[in-house]
């Protein structure tokens, strides 16, 4: 039976090529949207470590040339600080490299302390309130605090990804991120934290550090934000208060204040934006090969009358011609799906999509293998009940 | 000759609706899709007020300052513009102007964020922008510092509602502005242009920025004719080379260009490495992307058109058996494909300019507006023809392979 059915189609090879090449193309095509899909997926469901509700970023700007800092302008964002706790609905305040969801990204890399490869990470530096601003959830180790101050190193709380990656099981807590060298002090890590996902729910995991801010002498780059948790349901008149306290104190100085909220809803949208038209734009394209198959599929049916006819008046049922039309379609889909799996493969074993793990490219094969074969069964429905229906009769007198 | 291939075209076509229905609803969305991209790309980098005179500008969006250890990257600062785009040979103007930068007022207790842009007059007489009431200011207001704004419509909607807003004040950042002019709002896609609200350079905070290499600002240099432009590239060039390092311990090389804003572009998409003929490249690869993207509908329309020579194997028996020529019939058939493409073209395009509306209205683009234009629909008439080519010619060729004979018996296989 199976060998038949592979000797019609070889005996129409020509056609069946294009057929062939069509559905390798979808094949891909389904393989990136699953893909995709399946990686925001599986991003947007892992932890964010971090509640953005009722935080707000001001983002500063001191005036005069970028990169030099006296001691005054340290000194004004002392001040600013003071200033908007002084503010009743201000629960806490304190001041951060970058903002979360923000665009604004710092990534190191790091020789491994007891070698190998070098690590990437993302990095902020931030004041010692930000974890209780930030809700961070700690799974090891301690927040860096005012015991760190005159220490003889520069405390860091690593995210666990980082810590599995460098560690493996084993605990971090104390061991260097980096070694003191050329007259830096040891970068010591003393907590690690359940995550830090700064570009929110749909960026993909990332290895991340927050160092922390010397109180002493924080540099420019660390005081570019400040950022606060005001109070539940505190008034919106707050927002006007606490920016005419920024004015007052801050002269000359510019800020921009937003809340976490409005910059999450807006990162998250400038992610999904090109992911959601792509998507349109594979299901355009998946339904157009879905009608053309079945038309060339209904097609087929009508210039093989004469075969079919034969094959019934020879005895066979409406539901032997039904099934092998439909496998004359399985057998097509099947070497579409090699073509466009031998493909489809190269792409994460020549390492061309970059964080997309295995898990995922399985499960993403696996998804369009399913999708394909649906499809075209679904095409070859109503073209191959329609074969079925074709009588001895009227397909023998055909000509 | 083609009059009757269009005819039988025409007749083909509504035959097999079912089939017509199938092939034009593909090349319809294929279109849809290249058009929509198309469009965006036109909106984007084509000229529309207020860059009208794009095809006779240069400017200078991008610096990097190369050391050994480090590289800085990204908008020119005032200090370098001010020493290399002044007078130019063959400049008509030269304006130095800021990147929007966003700023918050207060209206009433709530807050509302702008994008602030500080340019100089030269500004306004470059670019042609539709003012809805007022006027530009002048030289003159930015040699002396004057507190005046120039803002867009949807800002003038935000502080003062339907009124007018010449002679009234507007505080952004903690600066007051009086309004004397308020423009059409221009597109965020033309990022060289667009702002919420436009002041004088000299209103900035401090000073400082006049002394900055690198970083917040953009010129534009406005040449006398097309044939001024290599020359300025050149002379550009030359006095980029000149400059005096300011940091030469840090930093030892300067690396900046004359260009269009689409050889921009394709610089920040290319390595380092690569120095010429970038935005070329990046033409390709976009062409090449759309090809490639034509493929999956080509097939399936090749599929569709080769299923279906047995329909017509009757009549080209009859035309073979009359002595027609393989060319004559391949002709005729690319010519009937390249209709139907059209034809989906035409649909292509009327859904474009529904989908766009769509997408200006969903605001992922600030003020977007995605006119359909005739460049657009001639984008859209060489997409089609070239779609019908791509599939149209190998179920030509196999048609007009057929025998007579066994054509004209209603064929075999």
Same mark, same amino acid.
């Given at each position: 039976?199976?060998?038949?059915?592979?000797?019609?189609?070889w005996?129409?090879?020509?056609?069946?090529?294009?057929?062939?090449?069509?559905?390798?193309?979808?094949?891909?095509?389904?393989f990136?949207?699953?893909?995709?899909?399946?990686?925001?997926?599986?991003?947007?469901?892992r932890?964010?470590?971090?509640?953005?509700?009722?935080?707000?970023?001001?983002?500063?700007?001191?005036?005069?040339?970028?990169?030099?800092?006296?001691?005054?302008?340290?000194e004004?964002?002392?001040?600013?600080?003071?200033?908007?706790?002084?503010i009743?609905?201000?629960?806490?305040?304190?001041t951060?490299?970058?903002?979360?969801?923000?665009?604004?990204?710092?990534?190191?890399?790091?020789?491994?302390?007891?070698?190998?490869?070098?690590?990437?990470?993302g990095?902020?530096?931030?004041?010692?309130?930000?974890d209780?601003?930030?809700?961070?959830?700690?799974?090891?180790?301690?927040?860096?605090?005012a015991?760190?101050?005159?220490?003889?190193?520069?405390?860091?709380?690593?995210?666990q990804?980082?810590?599995r990656?460098?560690?493996?099981?084993?605990?971090?807590?104390?061991?260097?991120?980096?070694?003191?060298?050329?007259?830096?002090?040891?970068?010591?890590?003393v907590?690690?934290?359940?995550?830090?996902?700064?570009?929110?729910?749909?960026?993909?995991?990332?290895?991340?550090?927050?160092?922390?801010?010397?109180?002493?002498?924080?540099?420019?780059?660390?005081?570019?934000n400040?950022?606060l948790?005001?109070?539940?349901?505190?008034?919106?008149?707050?927002?006007?208060?606490?920016?005419?306290?920024?004015?007052a104190?801050?002269?000359?100085?510019?800020?921009?204040?937003?809340p976490?909220?409005?910059?999450?809803?807006?990162?998250?949208?400038?992610?999904?934006?090109p992911?959601?038209?792509?998507?349109?734009?594979?299901?355009f394209?998946?339904?157009?090969?879905?009608?053309?198959?079945?038309?060339v599929?209904w097609?087929?049916?009508?210039?093989?009358?004469?075969?079919?006819?034969?094959?019934?008046?020879?005895?066979?049922t409406?539901?032997?011609?039904?099934?092998?039309?439909?496998?004359?379609l399985?057998?097509?889909?099947s070497?579409?799906?090699?073509?466009?799996?031998v493909?489809a493969?190269?792409?994460?074993?020549?390492?061309?999509?970059?964080?997309?793990?295995?898990?995922?490219?399985?499960?993403?094969?696996?998804?369009?293998?399913?999708?394909?074969?649906?499809?075209?069964?679904?095409?070859?429905?109503?073209?191959?009940?329609?074969?079925?229906?074709?009588?001895?009769?009227?397909?023998?007198?055909?000509? | 000759?083609?009059q009757?291939?269009?005819?039988?075209?025409?007749?083909?076509?509504?035959?097999?609706?079912?089939?017509?229905?199938?092939?034009?609803?593909?090349?319809? /969305?294929t279109?849809?899709?290249?058009?929509?991209?198309?469009?965006?790309?036109?909106?984007?980098y084509?000229?529309?007020?207020?860059?009208?005179?794009?095809?006779?500008?240069?400017?200078?969006?991008?610096a990097?300052?190369?050391?050994?250890?480090?590289?800085?990257s990204?908008?020119?600062g005032?200090?370098?513009?001010?020493?290399?785009?002044?007078? /130019?040979?063959?400049?008509?103007?030269?304006?130095?102007?800021?990147?929007?930068?966003?700023?918050?007022?207060?209206?009433?207790g709530?807050?509302?964020t702008?994008?602030?842009?500080?340019?100089?007059?030269?500004?306004?007489?470059?670019?042609?922008?539709?003012?809805?009431?007022?006027?530009p200011?002048?030289?003159?207001?930015?040699?002396?510092?004057?507190?005046?704004?120039?803002?867009?419509?949807?800002?003038?909607?935000?502080?003062?509602?339907?009124?007018?807003?010449?002679?009234?004040?507007?505080?952004?950042?903690?600066?007051?502005?009086?309004v004397?002019?308020?423009?059409?709002?221009v597109?965020?896609?033309?990022?060289?242009?667009?702002?919420?609200?436009?002041?004088?350079?000299t209103?900035?905070?401090?000073?400082?920025?006049r002394?900055?290499?690198?970083?917040?600002?953009?010129?534009?240099?406005?040449?006398?004719?097309?044939?001024?432009?290599p020359?300025?590239?050149?002379e550009?060039?030359?006095?980029?080379?000149?400059?005096?390092?300011?940091?030469?311990?840090?930093?030892?090389?300067?690396?900046?260009?004359?260009?269009t804003?689409?050889?921009?572009?394709?610089?920040?998409?290319?390595?380092?490495?690569?120095q010429?003929?970038?935005a070329?490249?990046?033409?390709?690869?976009?062409?090449?992307?759309?090809?490639?993207?034509?493929?999956l509908?080509?097939i399936?329309?090749v599929?569709?058109?080769?299923?279906?020579?047995?329909?017509?194997?009757?009549?080209?028996?009859?035309?073979?058996?009359?002595?027609?020529?393989?060319?004559t019939?391949?002709?005729?058939?690319?010519v009937?494909?390249?209709? /139907?493409?059209?034809?989906?073209?035409?649909?292509?395009?009327?859904?474009?300019?529904?989908?766009?509306?769509?997408?200006?209205?969903?605001?992922?683009?600030?003020?977007?507006?995605?006119?359909?234009?005739?460049r657009?629909? /001639?984008?859209?008439?060489?997409?089609?023809?070239?779609?019908?080519?791509?599939?149209?010619?190998?179920?030509?060729?196999?048609?007009?392979?057929?025998?007579?004979?066994?054509a004209?018996?209603?064929?075999?296989?």
């Open positions: 039976m199976i060998r038949h059915i592979l000797k019609l189609v005996n129409r090879k020509r056609a069946n090529f294009l057929l062939v090449l069509e559905m390798a193309i979808s094949f891909l095509v389904l990136g949207v699953a893909a995709l899909g399946i990686y925001c997926y599986d991003g947007y469901r932890p964010l470590g971090f509640a953005w509700e009722d935080v707000w970023n001001v983002s500063v700007v001191a005036p005069g040339p970028e990169g030099e800092w006296g001691p005054d302008k340290v004004t964002v002392r001040q600013l600080a003071i200033a908007v706790r002084g009743p609905e201000v629960e806490q305040v304190t951060v490299s970058a903002a979360p969801f923000s665009n604004s990204h710092d990534i190191s890399s790091y020789d491994r302390p007891n070698g190998g490869a070098p690590f990437e990470f990095v902020i530096v931030a004041g010692d309130a930000f209780k601003i930030m809700k961070l959830r700690m799974i090891d180790g301690r927040w860096f605090s015991e760190d101050d005159g220490a003889n190193y520069h405390p860091k709380v690593i995210n990804r980082l810590a990656e460098l560690f493996g099981t084993a605990s971090p807590i104390g061991k260097p991120l980096a070694i003191a060298a050329d007259g830096r002090p040891e970068e010591r890590i907590g690690v934290l359940q995550d830090f996902r700064k570009n929110g729910e749909l960026s993909a995991p990332a290895n991340f550090v927050i160092s922390r801010a010397d109180p002493q002498s924080p540099s420019a780059h660390a005081s570019e400040l950022i948790r005001l109070r539940p349901g505190s008034p919106k008149s707050a927002e006007a208060r606490i920016v005419a306290a920024l004015q104190t801050g002269k000359g100085w510019s800020f921009e204040i937003r976490l909220s409005e910059m999450r809803a807006l990162a998250n949208k400038v992610r999904l934006a992911l959601l038209s792509a998507g349109m734009v594979a299901v394209l998946i339904l157009m090969v879905g009608l053309g198959l079945t038309g599929l097609q087929n049916v009508t210039q093989r009358i004469k075969e079919i006819g034969l094959r019934r008046a020879k005895g066979a409406a539901r032997d011609i039904q099934t092998q039309i439909l496998g004359e399985v057998v097509l889909a070497a579409g799906i090699v073509l466009g799996g493909i493969i190269q792409f994460p074993l020549l390492a061309l999509v970059g964080p997309i793990s295995t898990g995922i490219v399985l499960a993403s094969l696996a998804a369009s293998v399913v999708l394909l074969y649906g499809l075209t069964l679904l095409c070859g429905a109503y073209p191959s009940r329609m074969a079925s229906r074709i009588t001895p009769a009227e397909a023998l007198h055909y000509e | 000759m083609l009757s291939y269009l005819k039988l075209a025409v007749k083909v076509l509504l035959r097999r609706k079912f089939f017509t229905f199938i092939s034009l609803f593909g090349i319809s /969305l279109l849809l899709v290249l058009m929509v991209a198309t469009a965006m790309f036109d909106a984007e084509g000229p529309c007020p207020p860059e009208t005179k794009l095809d006779r500008s240069l400017g200078v969006f991008r990097r300052m190369i050391g050994p250890h480090s590289i800085r990204g908008d020119p005032y200090a370098l513009l001010d020493q290399t785009v002044r007078g /130019l040979p063959g400049a008509e103007e030269v304006s130095l102007h800021s990147s929007p930068g966003s700023v918050t007022s207060y209206q009433g709530a807050r509302v702008s994008y602030l842009k500080r340019t100089d007059g030269a500004f306004w007489r470059i670019y042609e922008f539709r003012f809805l009431e007022g006027g200011y002048t030289d003159e207001d930015e040699k002396s510092g004057a507190f005046v704004a120039v803002i867009n419509e949807p800002t003038r909607r935000r502080f003062f509602g339907e009124a007018s807003a010449v002679g009234r004040t507007l505080e952004a950042d903690g600066q007051t502005f009086r004397v002019g308020v423009v059409e709002a597109p965020f896609l033309r990022t060289i242009v667009f702002s919420d609200i436009y002041v004088p350079i209103t900035a905070k401090s000073d400082a920025y002394k900055e290499m690198m970083g917040g600002f953009l010129a534009t240099i406005l040449a006398h004719g097309r044939s001024d432009l020359g300025i590239r050149r550009f060039a030359t006095r980029v080379t000149r400059i005096p390092m300011p940091d030469p311990k840090n930093y030892t090389t300067l690396q900046t260009s004359a260009e804003p689409f050889e921009s572009f394709a610089g920040e998409m290319f390595d380092l490495k690569v010429t003929g970038r070329a490249g990046l033409l390709a690869l976009i062409i090449g992307a759309m090809v490639l993207f034509m493929v509908p080509a399936n329309l599929n569709l058109n080769v299923s279906r020579i047995m329909e017509r194997a009757s009549e080209i028996g009859v035309r073979k058996a009359f002595g027609a020529s393989r060319r019939l391949v002709g005729q058939f690319v009937e494909n390249v209709l /139907l493409c059209l034809v989906g073209g035409a649909i292509g395009l009327a859904l474009s300019a529904v989908a766009l509306q769509i997408i200006a209205s969903s605001e992922i683009i600030p003020y977007a507006r995605f006119a359909p234009n005739y657009v629909f /001639l984008y859209g008439i060489g997409l089609s023809s070239l779609f019908g080519l791509l599939s149209g010619v190998y179920p030509a060729l196999k048609m007009s392979r057929l025998h007579p004979v066994e004209l018996r209603g064929g075999s296989r």
